[in-house]
């Protein structure tokens, strides 16, 4: 089972949400991340997931959402000759 001192990736956010049963895919990445975020902030507010847990699967979901919002705006960034 993976606890927040292991969570080191996007899978393991994945798999934690699995564990409550939510599955999220929406063919939108960022879409998703902002689903997880909810989803995270639903559990711990009904106390089912330790505090730890919550803290890092959501650091992890919020840098994953920095990242690719860095991603699209070099790729804006390229399209527009800048």
């Not at 001192?5 to 902002?34: C, E, H, P, S, W």
């Amino acid at each position: 089972m993976t606890t927040g001192d292991d969570m080191k990736t996007m899978y393991d956010v994945q798999q934690l949400l699995k564990r409550f049963g939510t599955f999220i895919y929406t063919g939108n990445r960022l879409a998703d991340l902002d689903l997880m975020e909810s989803e995270l902030k639903e559990i711990k507010n009904m106390n089912m997931l330790q505090a730890n847990d919550y803290t890092q699967a959501l650091l992890l979901v919020r840098k994953e959402k920095r990242r690719l919002k860095q991603m699209e705006e070099r790729n804006n960034d390229i399209s527009n000759g800048d």
